[in-house]
């Protein structure tokens, strides 16, 4: 979930607001009807009816949809601009958009549901022949030299005593986002995948690179970022050493320092797998100078989750559930949204009727209420 700060953030953000700006100026004309996955506050929706959209369709599932709604009041353009909030995969629109507007990634486009809600616009929210902006994402990667991000799980395992280890080891398997500056990559920049946005299906994304060191040093880990393709001669990078400042980098540890020199490879798959509603990220990297100690290492955040064991039995095919007293009381209150009812009377009915888990009609009010806000249908009154 982003912040109010964290959106405007991004429209202040130069390099990405300017190229998004320019691709939409090419793409829009007199009559145009946009199709936007991720409004935020509506600033692209908004620049797309003054540059002469009939219709913006603009799609948001995070409550910052209110602000949206505002922006597009105060700016004159709520007429044309439809605020949809909803997954764009649960939108079902009156007509399909001459463009299709997004801008969903992380620090990389392998994000969440970024590209299964890009497919199934594509098909769904989109003319054929219609304009994607962004049309393709190139993902680059290099050899990290930075003893001041490896120190965030190398340093001493027992800080004031206390025994850290299984802590780091599990830092370790866990990527973060970083600020990488460009002095600090220890080899050139190699692709490592691309993302087609015009055709993409499958969610994962996998890519194998040679690295090849450009001096002597010590390699921490891998640092990875996208290249964006809006519109033919329209982009822009993340890339370490660029202007952009909102996206950072993605820093995949090593487990260790491992020393190379100059001209020395070093072999580095990376692979992303949606899992649920996050990616499982999982990194290899081996060295490829001819020795026969030649080193290597084999990672991915699925150690880095600490696992509780209960919670892995009862998610086992072979585990037969058998719900809670909590489970019965939303169940109970789901059957009472039946749009007879308001959320104020089935909070008192529920608070009177199960006082062991109800202690006040404002925690009932809360209970209802935030099940009203997840299952309630958009159309309720």
Not at 172 to 196: F, N, Y
Request: aromatic content about 8%; charged content about 25%.
């Amino acid at each position: 979930m982003y912040s109010l700060w964290d959106y405007c953030r991004m429209i202040e953000d130069p390099v990405r607001t300017d190229a998004y700006l320019a691709a939409l100026r090419r793409a829009v004309t007199p009559g145009s009807v946009v199709v936007e996955i991720g409004t935020g506050t509506g600033f692209f929706a908004v620049m797309a009816a003054r540059m002469g959209a009939r219709r913006v369709y603009a799609i948001e599932a995070d409550p910052v949809i209110a602000a949206a709604r505002e922006v597009a009041e105060v700016n004159g353009c709520a007429d044309r601009i439809e605020l949809i909030e909803a997954m764009s995969t649960e939108v079902v629109l009156p007509e399909q958009g001459d463009v299709l507007l997004s801008d969903l990634r992380g620090v990389l486009p392998v994000h969440q549901f970024h590209v299964p809600s890009i497919a199934d616009a594509r098909v769904r929210l989109l003319k054929p022949g219609g304009v994607q902006i962004p049309t393709e994402d190139v993902l680059w990667m290099a050899l990290l030299e930075s003893a001041e991000a490896a120190a965030f799980h190398l340093r001493d395992p027992a800080p004031h005593g206390v025994d850290f280890a299984p802590v780091r080891r599990r830092l370790a398997h866990t990527w973060r986002k970083r600020c990488v500056r460009a002095e600090e990559l220890i080899s050139a920049p190699a692709e490592w995948a691309r993302i087609d946005y015009r055709s993409v299906v499958d969610p994962t994304v996998r890519g194998t690179a040679t690295l090849t060191a450009t001096r002597d040093g010590a390699v921490h880990g891998v640092s990875a970022w996208f290249e964006a393709s809006l519109l033919p001669g329209i982009g822009f990078t993340n890339a370490p050493g660029s202007p952009e400042a909102i996206y950072g980098q993605a820093y995949f540890p090593f487990p260790a320092a491992v020393a190379v020199r100059a001209g020395e490879e070093v072999e580095v798959t990376l692979e992303g797998r949606l899992a649920g509603s996050e990616y499982l990220w999982r990194w290899r990297a081996r060295g490829r100078d001819g020795r026969a100690d030649a080193w290597s290492c084999d990672q991915s955040t699925f150690f880095g989750t600490p696992l509780d064991a209960e919670a892995l039995r009862r998610q086992a095919p072979s585990f037969v559930p058998r719900v809670n007293d909590g489970a019965k009381l939303d169940a109970w209150i789901l059957s009472r949204m039946d749009a007879s009812r308001s959320v104020g009377a089935i909070a008192a009915e529920a608070a009177e009727r199960f006082p062991g888990e109800l202690k006040s009609l404002p925690e009932a009010l809360a209970r209802v209420g935030e099940l009203a806000e997840r299952y309630a249908d958009r159309a309720s009154r």
